[in-house]
C-alpha cells in the first residue's frame, strides 16, 4: 500500500526555485533515503511533506488521501487527519525546553490529538524504555546529552501514533558517538517496519537501510532507485561526484 505520494511538486521562495517538479512514492514499511548536496531542497521537500510549509504546484496524497492538488489544500478537518498520519523528528531536536520529557512526549497526544491521558502516559513510558531512557522521564531537555535528547524527539513523534516518520538529518548535530546511537534506534525501527523518510549524509548507513535511495540536487531529482544502483552504481555524474566527495 501507498503511504505517499509525491507528484510534480514545485515549492519557490520569491525568486528562487527551491523544488523543481519533484515526484516520489513511499510504500508502507519502506525506508526512503534522500542524498544531496547542501541547499539542494532536501529539508524544503520534508516540510512540504509534513505541511510546514505550502507548495505552489503538484499533488501530495497520503494513504490514498488528497492533501493538496494543483496548490489548492483540502479542508482544515481532512488535512487535520491527514496530518496524524506522519510525524517529523528535525536536524535539532526541537524539544520544548520549559518542559520534561515526559510532558514533551505526552503534549501533543493529550491536547491536540484528545487522546486519553493514561493511555498516553502509559504508551509514554514504553517508548521511554525503548529508547532507554526511562530513567529520565523528569528531566529537562538541558540535563540530556544530544543523542538523548534526539531520542526524546523519536519518542515523542512515535507517541503520535504515526504511519509514517521523516527525519530531517537526525544526527547532524551529534558527536560520532551519538550518531551512533541514533542510527541504531532507526536501525531498529525499520526492522519493526516503521515506514520512514531519512534526510542522511550516512552514506553507508543509507546503503545499509533503505529500500529506495533518491538523490537531489538543485531542487530536482537527479536519480532514484535501489541503493545497490544509486549509492553503488549511479548513472549520473553529479550523484557519482557527490559521493565522491564524501568518500
Ligand atoms: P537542503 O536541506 O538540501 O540543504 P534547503 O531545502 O534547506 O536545502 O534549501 C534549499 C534552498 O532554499 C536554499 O537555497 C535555501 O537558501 C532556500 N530556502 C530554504 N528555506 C527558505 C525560506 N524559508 N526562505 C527563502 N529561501 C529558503
Ligand atoms: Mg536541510
Redesign the pocket.
Known sequence: MKLLEVKNVKKS?DD?E?LKDISLEVSEGQVVSIL?P???????LLRCMSMLETVDGGTLTYCGKTAVKDAKYATKSELKEIKSYFSLVFQSFNLFPHYSVMKNICDAPIHVMKRDKEEVAKSAEVLLKKMGLDSKADYYPYQLSGGQQQRVAIARALNMKPKMLFFDEPTSALDPELTAEILKVLKELAEEKMTMVIVTHEIAFARSISDHVVFMDGGVIVEQGAPADVIDNPSNDRTRAFLKKLE
Open positions: 521562495f528562487l527551491v544531496g547542501s541547499g539542494s531542497g532536501k529539508s524544503t
